[in-house]
C-alpha cells in the first residue's frame, strides 16, 4: 500500500541520499543538539559561579521570549532567502555560545551569549523546516518526517555529549565549530541546488 509505513521509510531514505537533503540533515541535527548540550551543562556551571535552583531557572526562562524570533524568518527570507536566514541563524547561535566560551566565569557575558544563541536556534529551525519542505516536494510528507527525525537524533546526542565534555568552555567552543559547520552545509545545500536549475 502506498501509505504503508514501510512505504514511509523508503521515501525517506531516498530523499536522504539526495546530496541537498544530506547536507541539510548534517546542518540540521546540530540545532536541537547544541540547545540541549548547551543547556544541560549550563545549570551545574551556574551553581559553581554560586547560583542556586531557582536562580538556574530564571535564567534558563530568560530565553523563552526570544522563541518568538522565529515568527521573523519568512519577512527575513524575503530579504536573503531562505537559506540565508538559516545561515544567519546558525552564526548567531555560533556567536552567542562562543560569547559563553569566552565570558564563562561571567554571569553578565553567560546571559548574554545565551540569549544570543537562542534567537539563532528559534530563527534557525523555521527557516530549515521550509527548505526541507521546498527539497522535498512533491513528497513533502516524508520530508518533514526526515526533519522531525533528524532533530530529535540531535537532542538525544545533545545530553551525552554534555555529559561526555566536562569543561564547560571547551564544550562551547566545540559546539561554535559545529554551528559554523552546519552553515557551510547550507551554503553547500544552496549552491547544489543552484548547479541543477
Known amino acids: 500500500l502506498h501509505g504503508h509505513l514501510g512505504h514511509r521509510f523508503a521515501a525517506m531514505a531516498r530523499l536522504l541520499a539526495r546530496p541537498t537533503i544530506l547536507l541539510l540533515s548534517c546542518a540540521h541535527i546540530t540545532l536541537l543538539l547544541s540547545f540541549v548540550a548547551m543547556y544541560t551543562a549550563l545549570g551545574p556551571h551556574l551553581q559553581t559561579l554560586g547560583l542556586d ?17 522565529a515568527l521573523l524568518a519568512g519577512p527575513l527570507a524575503a530579504r536573503i532567502r531562505m537559506s540565508g536566514v538559516a545561515c544567519a541563524g546558525f552564526m548567531l547561535a555560533a556567536a552567542g555560545v562562543a560569547l559563553e566560551a569566552a565570558l564563562s566565569q561571567h554571569l ?72 559554523l559547520g552546519a552553515v557551510g552545509c547550507v551554503v553547500g545545500s544552496a549552491r547544489a541546488i543552484q548547479r541543477s536549475e
Open 53 to 69: 535552583g531557582s536562580q538556574v531557572l530564571l535564567l534558563r526562562l530568560a530565553g523563552l521570549p526570544l522563541m518568538f524570533v
Open 108 to 179: 553578565p557575558g553567560i546571559v548574554a551569549g545565551s540569549l544570543i544563541f537562542v534567537t539563532g536556534v528559534a530563527l534557525a529551525i523555521p527557516a530549515m523546516i521550509v527548505l526541507y519542505g521546498t527539497l522535498a516536494a512533491p513528497d513533502r510528507a516524508a520530508g518533514m518526517a526526515l526533519n522531525g527525525f533528524v532533530l530529535f537524533i540531535g537532542a538525544s546526542i545533545g545530553p551525552v555529549l554534555a555529559g561526555r565534555v566536562a569543561d564547560f568552555r571547551l564544550l562551547l567552543m566545540g559546539l561554535a565549530v559545529v554551528l
